[in-house]
């Protein structure tokens, strides 16, 4: 039975920012590894797909290459339905290699928490809208 549209898609996001918010501890506890470059995960173009599924949305905004004839190569290069892992290198290396940013990966995780508990937030007032409708069905009876 599905509760509402929006909830597959809130499990889904609320997995995605468990997963990064995982990765992002890992960056931070590796600020002392030499030659560690800083891990991100870029899951907003999973989410939108996401999204369209879970909404019906029928447009698409994306420019696709064309392909005359079958044996032209596809135009995705990557997927939109899996999150891309990138290296997150917009600082400068220290001497050791390590160009982990403290500054910057604790505010990613302030970020990225506040959007988790955002979603928890969202679940927890669907489920609440859903236990209202049956105890009050029930008072029917």
Aim: aromatic fraction near 6%.
């Amino acid at each position: 039975m599905d509760i509402s549209k929006a909830h597959d898609f809130m499990v889904s996001a609320l997995n995605s920012r468990a997963t990064r918010q995982k990765m992002i501890a890992s960056n931070i506890s590796n600020i002392d590894t030499p030659f560690y470059r800083p891990r991100d995960i870029a899951f907003e173009k999973a989410l939108q797909t996401e999204a369209k599924k879970a909404f019906s949305e029928e447009s698409d905004d994306e420019l696709r290459l064309a392909q005359t004839e079958g044996s032209h190569i596809d135009g995705d290069l990557e997927s939109p339905e899996k999150s891309t892992i990138f290296f997150r290198d917009g600082h400068g290396a220290r001497n050791d290699g390590n160009s982990v940013d403290l500054d910057v990966e604790t505010t990613e995780m302030s970020k990225n928490s506040i959007m988790y508990k955002a979603l928890v937030s969202g679940l927890r007032k669907e489920s609440n809208i859903f236990r209202a409708v049956v105890s009050a069905s029930e008072k029917l009876n």
